[in-house]
Antibody, heavy 121, light 103 residues
């Protein structure tokens, strides 16, 4: 079965760039799914960051669009997130997830375990 | 941009009781709505997709209904492991969550 695993630095300095990678195992990233990033600040709700298709097509949360880049590396079966100009407000658990096309709509059916990223000097 | 509003924010119930959670969309989303359960320290888990279809392995006590702008997640009889936070979602939008806590 498909599994997702996030990796990357747990601490990022203010004004720096947050970089995370999500490794896809047990399946191909070139399957007909969107691959997404979702974050959750401590004690708060879920916030969608953006998504990418294996073709390279992307969609981003308008509130983060100016700072976000999501890319895919099919040769490594992984996708990545870069978030620039980070502040303390970007401190959160970051999840990667598969957005699966159901009968009618889409749902996040597989999630990584999440990785905590703290923005601090 | 679609906004999803969940109510109540917190639901205090006892094991064995029925839980009814609401999710209202700011505009029609047809049946394109999913529900998730999240426990502390864990990733969310998909419960319901397309408003009323249970995901693989989800117990029958969980059910979803609704279409258009008004949706409901019902847990028919709460088990101890059901006390958690529940989110609704439509594509790139999540509701703010409903916490189901032990009374």
């Amino acid at each position: 079965q498909v599994q997702l695993q996030e990796s990357g630095p747990g601490l990022v300095k203010p004004s720096g760039t947050l970089s995370l990678t999500c490794a896809v195992s047990g399946g191909s990233i070139s399957s007909s799914n969107w691959w997404s990033w979702v974050r959750q600040p401590p004690g708060k709700g879920l916030e969608w960051i953006g998504e990418i298709y294996h073709s390279g097509s992307t969609n981003y949360n308008p509130s983060l669009k100016s700072r976000v880049t999501i890319s895919v590396d099919k040769s490594k079966n992984q996708f990545s997130l870069k978030l620039s100009s980070v502040t303390a407000a970007d401190t959160a658990v970051y999840y990667c997830a598969r957005l699966y096309s159901m009968i009618l709509g889409f749902a996040f059916d597989i999630w990584g375990q999440g990785t905590m990223v703290t923005v601090s000097s | 941009e679609i906004v999803l509003t969940q109510s109540p924010a917190t639901l205090s119930l006892s094991p064995g009781e029925r839980a009814t959670l609401s999710c209202r969309a700011s505009q029609s989303v047809s049946s394109y709505l999913a529900w998730y359960q999240q426990k502390p320290g864990q990733a969310p888990r998909l419960l319901i997709y397309d408003a009323s279809n249970r995901a693989t392995g989800i117990p029958a006590r969980f059910s979803g209904s609704g279409s258009g702008t008004d949706f409901t997640l019902t847990i028919s009889s709460l088990e101890p492991e059901d006390f958690a936070v529940y989110y609704c979602q439509q594509r790139g939008t999540f509701g703010q969550g409903t916490k189901v806590e032990i009374k």
